[in-house]
């Protein structure tokens, strides 16, 4: 490897030698060359260190102080620190794709930043419930701080939009085992701000989801958030979560509008519950759908896989040079120039391409998989009937924003120590 | 009514028992499959030279502006010449350091005599903005010696370089963030 890579040094300089370096007599010297380097490795955990530390605090405004004003301030500092001074860049939403390439594909070793940054948001998750987004989280935390007031959608809009972070999950995870691109890290809306800087139509973008995020709040957290599907799925089964009361739920019903993501479960009681044959059928049918569901969307993503494979740019490039061989027309995008001008050969091309779009296929069906087994599970979920006492605020959906805290009167009594 | 809630309140403990099991497993699988594949370095992203065309994309599609892409001078490939295919415009009259006669639409590079016959290219990195065209021009009619490099200090390190998903090259990639530069000269251990 190293030999090859001499040679071709050897070669290319050979190539490219046509004046003679000159032999200097007044003594010159070579100026030193500017080659800087990246800023030290070390501060990268201390980014780590940060948000173990804000996970913290958050998991501790929320559960026990229960302050909604500390964690809008958290928020300020993580939106500082993880947004504007970071650059949203080293971020959890984003790592899911490092994980993914890690550990899909043979020769990328993911940094022990990225996999710190994945996992610790998702073990808080599993221990307090999503603290990640009530301040930690900065696209989470610009949101927070520019939903002002919050209108409903209506139930049906809701939950045909929750479906879509499923897909942008799926493709995620797919477009990056494949080694493919990076979309969360493309489509963020919110990096450019954070920046300062990006492409207008994604400064647009950024600035168009803020305006809608003042009504309907935080829409890139409900509507697109790939790394919240995760959060959502752990935070279902957390050990401890946030409650909208500070003792016991006297059903008042004062918090029952109070959350901007209309999330808040209303009491349900067994005895009112009356006749559940209806739900029990619809229960097991909907039981005997998943194994269907899941099959019917590896089928589907099985045929997609060509056309998903176009995201790659060896396949793209691959086409078009195989268009200009059969039709004759020139291949003049920026990528065939560099490919003609390169030396590798068409098969070379050709054989990469096969790859790609083989592990497109190895991959989509589980894409697939993973969706319908999902849609199955939402529907099945539908027809589960718990008995619930008091208001509480669905676990997984819950962002604990601490928004609710506010409209409950219960008082702690005091004189209880 | 207490034993007809704890039906429930147990089946839900049940299950979120078994659902805490079933999504600890990946996270604990996780770290472990990946336990060989992690460096604690990390990476950044550099441009292979010899891989890069001068296409002009380092120039517009870094995240940052100016770009962290700048021109590097790897001098002892360089021929020190008076008439430098980097410096100078094509078909130039006279050769002079006139701006209307500089390659580079910045004037980022700085021609000073050394002796005679040789002339010595320097780069002023504030005003390089990535774009190339010097080192397409040192390519083409000169010994190769400019070449573009990420500078890793203005570098953001982003997750996924915007200039690597454009580059129809594919010359930008990870590299060990030990290596961060992938210089240009034969000799070795010259940097
Ligand atoms: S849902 Fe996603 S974007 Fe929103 S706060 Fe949570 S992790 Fe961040
Ligand atoms: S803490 Fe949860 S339930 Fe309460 S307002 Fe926020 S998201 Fe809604
Ligand atoms: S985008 Fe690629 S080919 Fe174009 S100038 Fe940059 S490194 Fe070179
Ligand atoms: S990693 Fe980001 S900042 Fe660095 S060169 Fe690429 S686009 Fe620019």
New interface residues.
């Given amino acids: 490897m190293v030999l090859a890579l001499m040679l071709l040094w050897q070669t290319v300089m050979m190539a490219q030698d046509r004046f003679p370096r000159p032999e200097f007599e007044s003594g010159y010297e070579y100026p030193e060359h500017q080659l800087p380097l990246q800023r030290a490795v070390w501060l990268e955990y201390v980014d780590v260190a940060v948000l173990i530390a804000a996970l913290s605090v958050a998991a501790w405004l929320a559960l026990k102080k229960r302050s909604r004003n500390g964690l809008v301030w958290l928020a300020v500092f993580s939106l500082a620190y993880f947004g504007f001074y970071r650059e949203g860049c080293i971020c959890s939403v984003g790592s899911v794709q490092n994980v993914a390439l890690a550990l899909f594909n043979g020769n990328y070793t993911i940094p022990l930043t990225a996999l710190l940054f994945f996992i610790i948001p998702l073990v808080f998750a599993l221990l307090f419930g999503r603290v990640f987004c009530a301040g930690v989280c900065p696209l989470g935390a610009i949101q927070e701080l520019t939903g002002f007031s919050p209108v409903k959608l209506p139930r049906a809009v809701e939950s045909v939009m929750a479906a879509i972070p499923f897909i942008y999950l799926a493709l995620t995870v797919l477009f990056a085992a494949t080694g493919s691109q990076f979309i969360i890290c493309r489509y963020d809306p919110f990096v450019g701000i954070f920046r300062l800087d990006a492409p207008f139509t994604m400064i647009v973008f950024g600035i168009l989801l803020l305006l809608a995020g003042i009504f309907i709040n935080r829409p890139y957290c409900r509507y697109l958030c790939p790394y919240g599907v995760l959060l959502n799925l752990f935070s279902r089964f957390s050990w401890r979560h946030l409650s909208i009361t500070p003792a016991e739920c006297t059903e008042c019903r004062l918090c029952e509008d109070s959350c901007p993501y209309d999330v808040i479960l209303p009491p349900e009681k067994a005895e009112y519950a009356g006749d559940t044959t209806g739900s029990r059928k619809r229960f097991l049918i909907y039981l005997v759908l998943i194994p269907l569901f899941t099959a019917a969307g590896s089928v589907i993503f099985f045929n997609l896989a060509p056309a998903l494979s176009k995201v790659n740019p060896d396949v793209k490039l691959a086409m078009e040079i195989r268009e200009e061989v059969e039709t004759g027309t020139e291949a003049t995008s920026l990528a065939a120039v560099a490919f003609k001008e390169s030396g590798s050969t068409e098969e070379e091309l050709f054989t990469r391409e096969m790859d790609v779009i083989k592990k497109f296929r190895k991959a989509s069906p589980w894409a697939g998989a993973f969706l319908g087994l999902a849609l199955g599970i939402g529907l099945v979920s539908l027809t589960i009937r718990s008995s619930r006492t008091g208001y509480s605020p669905h676990r997984g959906k819950c962002y604990s924003c601490g928004k609710c805290f506010r409209y409950c009167p219960v008082q702690v009594k005091k004189d209880k120590i | 009514m207490k034993n007809?809630?704890n039906i429930?309140?147990s089946r839900?403990d049940f299950v979120?028992k078994a659902?805490?099991v079933?999504?600890?497993a990946p996270?604990v699988a996780?770290?472990l499959?990946?336990a060989k594949?992690?460096?604690?370095?990390?990476?950044?992203w550099q441009i292979d030279p010899?891989?890069c065309?001068q296409?002009g994309?380092c120039k517009t599609h870094c995240?940052?502006?100016p770009s962290a892409v700048k021109c590097?001078h790897a001098?002892?490939?360089?021929?020190?010449?008076d008439l430098c295919g980097g410096y100078l415009r094509q078909g130039v009259k006279t050769i002079s350091t006139g701006a209307e006669n500089q390659l580079c639409p910045t004037g980022a590079i700085v021609r000073r005599f050394?002796?005679e016959p040789?002339f010595?290219y320097?780069?002023d990195?504030d005003l390089c903005d990535g774009c190339g065209k010097c080192v397409k021009g040192c390519?083409d009619?000169?010994?190769?010696s400019l070449y573009l490099?990420i500078?890793?200090?203005l570098?953001?390190?982003?997750?996924?370089c915007?200039i690597a998903?454009s580059c129809?090259?594919?010359a930008i990639s990870?590299v060990p963030?030990d290596m961060?530069?992938i210089?240009k000269e034969?000799e070795e251990g010259h940097?």
């Fill in positions: 007809e809630k429930y309140q839900r979120r659902g805490r079933l999504v600890v996270l996780v770290p499959a990946l594949k992690t460096t604690a370095s990390g990476y950044v010899f891989k065309t296409c994309q995240v940052k502006t590097v001098y002892v490939m360089c021929g020190y010449c050394v002796e040789y010595e320097t780069i990195e390519k009619f000169g010994n190769g490099q500078n890793q200090s570098c953001d390190n982003c997750n996924e915007s998903r129809p090259a594919q990870r963030a961060q530069y210089p034969r940097s």
